[in-house]
């Protein structure tokens, strides 16, 4: 009985502590929160599987983004990207080896 009057009271305040997160969102000016001149960011991710899978190719991803925020619009905001992967065989066998863009 007390196990499950801990559970209610747990949820009660979850759930207090919820709403008034949620309540404060809606005054959050996203145009502002949003501004900024310019966006830039890179990744490199390596899609190889771990070692123990024992695979015979390594696989990469290289990428770059930019985001431009539309002024009275901001949380609108245009984007380019472009990357670069890349398939390359660990045997001597490289007819699959490629690039692509």
């Known amino acids: 009985m007390r196990k499950i009057m801990k559970i209610k009271m747990t ?3 979850l759930l207090v502590v919820a709403a ?3 309540g404060e969102d809606s005054k959050l000016d996203l145009t502002s929160y949003y501004r900024y001149p310019l966006s830039l960011g890179a990744q490199y991710q390596s899609l190889t599987p771990f070692a123990s899978y024992k695979s015979s190719y390594d696989l990469f991803d290289l ?3 930019a985001r431009y925020p539309i002024p ?3 949380s609108l905001q245009p984007s380019l990207q472009g990357g670069l992967i890349q398939f390359s065989s660990r045997e001597t ?3 699959w080896d490629h690039k692509d863009l």
């Open 20 to 22: 008034g997160a949620f």
């Open 63 to 65: 990428s770059a983004i």
């Open 72 to 74: 009275k619009l901001a």
């Open 93 to 95: 066998d490289t007819k």
């Open 11 to 13: 949820s009660l305040m």
